[in-house]
């Protein structure tokens, strides 16, 4: 399957209005009384509290963290997302979309008391002309996500334009290759961790000595399925066939594991040896595909 059916490109921005300013007469009386060269330093005057500032920060950072969670980088500004993510992406991004404008009107409705603050905090560096009012808030504080195709190959660049399109096709065959390397050797790595840790338990048992399975071996694998599932676009049948496997077999034997029982229980002891034993098949599976 190409590509442009199973992808698209994100461009999500979240602007703001100025939060601080040089201060270039403060910064003039200090080098000077310093006898320093003006271009040694400057100093950088805040112009809000951080009360008033932090609601677009934790937006702006949630946004940053749902682009690494979800997406790859493509280009500066630019991100490829899978159509198998896009539902709880264009989900999340609306949702902070929506908290992002919810802070524009909320600083725009207490504007005059937080400009009165900062008049406080300042003192003499207060400068009333650097605030702005809230049309000028209106207009610089914007969120916007936008989606656009994956150019497929060559006759979706401009005639004529050969140097991009190249690149540009070389760039989709670095996608295809980097997406399938990094679902094939995620899985590999996450059974073949699961496998150890569960024959170390296995070993550790048979010693008498008290073992412990926490929740997150098991999330860690349930992980390592859904990523393989989203970022599968290429619907390799290689990868396909061990995300089902895994499902069926491994994943289910963990979800068994009876983690409220106490580590000496014969129940929970059966139920951690077998699913070692679905780890090690499901190794065999990665091996019969020839991804191990």
């Avoid at 100093?43 to 979800?70: G, N």
């Avoid at 139920?271 to 599976?285: M, V, Y």
Wanted: include cysteine; glycine fraction near 4%; charged fraction near 25%.
């Amino acid at each position: 399957m190409s590509i442009t059916n199973n992808a698209v490109l994100v461009r999500l921005s979240a602007k703001t209005f100025r939060r601080s300013v040089t201060d270039t007469d403060v910064s003039e009386e200090v080098t000077r009384a310093k006898g320093a060269d003006d271009a040694v330093g400057r100093f950088v005057k805040m112009l809000f509290t951080p009360d008033a500032t932090r609601a677009f920060t934790e937006v702006q950072s949630a946004s940053q963290k749902l682009l690494r969670e979800y997406c790859k980088p493509w280009d500066l500004g630019v991100h490829i997302l899978t159509m198998a993510r896009f539902p709880a992406f264009n989900a999340q991004a609306e949702r902070l979309t929506a908290q992002f404008y919810a802070a524009r009107d909320s600083l725009i409705d207490s504007l005059p008391h937080h400009i009165e603050r900062a008049r406080q905090e300042l003192g003499a560096l207060f400068d009333p002309t650097l605030y702005p009012d809230a049309d000028t808030l209106r207009r610089q504080c914007v969120m916007s996500v936008r989606y656009t195709p994956v150019p497929d190959d060559k006759n979706d660049i401009r005639v004529g334009d050969a140097v991009a399109a190249d690149a540009m096709k070389d760039a989709i065959v670095r996608a295809h290759e980097e997406f399938g390397q990094a679902v094939a050797q995620g899985l590999v790595t996450t059974i073949n961790d699961t496998t150890q840790r569960l024959d170390d338990l296995v070993t550790a048992r048979n010693l008498g000595q008290r073992t412990r399975v926490g929740k997150s071996l098991i999330d860690n694998v349930r992980k390592a399925v859904q990523d393989a599932e989203a970022y599968n676009f290429s619907s390799d049948p290689k990868v396909q066939r061990v995300i089902a496997h895994m499902k069926a077999n491994l994943l289910h034997k963990l979800d068994c594991i009876p983690l409220e029982l106490s580590p000496d229980d014969p129940q929970r002891v059966r139920a951690i040896e077998a699913a070692l034993t679905s780890a090690n098949d499901t190794r065999h599976t990665l091996a019969m595909e020839g991804l191990l």
